[in-house]
């Protein structure tokens, strides 16, 4: 389990005077698609509630991501696209940020990855998956290593 996440210690964002995730990474327990009641947000969808201006995004393993900041949604997204769902943080446990974010790949390879600083690079299977997120094919860029965490694609 990732320090941060065993630490306990709520994170809070602000750009532009606007909050745009709270968070507490605290011993998360990801839901699963068992666990996961038909009204919950499933892989693929960015939320909000109507209360709060923090968006979320679930990952493949059903985990909550909060979106910690303008420029990290940018650095994923072209525009502003999400569904307003009051139940989302009674489906997951402790949202996980979604720090330094950004799609990438080598030079000459197709293969496209997401990085966070918590899970580091997830292969996004394909362009299937890239396109059921939303991801933005003109946000992608380029670095001359990639290395992998083979154990958590980015696969549903």
Not at 71 to 92: E, G, K, M, P, Q
Not at 113 to 139: C, L, M, P, Q
Request: with cysteine.
């Amino acid at each position: 389990m990732n320090k941060a996440r065993r630490a306990g210690h709520a994170v809070l964002t602000a750009v532009a005077g606007m909050v745009l995730a709270l968070t507490a990474p605290v011993a998360a327990q990801a839901a699963t698609a068992e666990a996961a009641p038909a009204a919950c947000p499933q892989p693929g969808q960015r939320v909000k509630t109507s209360s709060s201006p923090a968006i979320y995004l679930v990952d493949p393993d059903f985990q909550l991501r909060s979106i910690p900041d303008e420029a990290t949604y940018f650095r994923l997204w072209d525009s502003w696209s999400y569904v307003i769902n009051d139940s989302v943080l009674s489906c997951f446990t402790d949202p996980i940020p979604l720090y330094d974010a950004a799609l990438v790949k080598e030079p000459g390879d197709p293969r496209v990855y997401i990085w966070d600083a918590y899970f580091g690079f997830r292969h996004i299977v394909d362009g299937e998956v890239f396109t059921k997120y939303g991801f933005s094919w003109n946000k992608i860029t380029e670095r001359a290593t990639v290395d992998p965490n083979p154990d958590r694609p980015w696969f549903q």
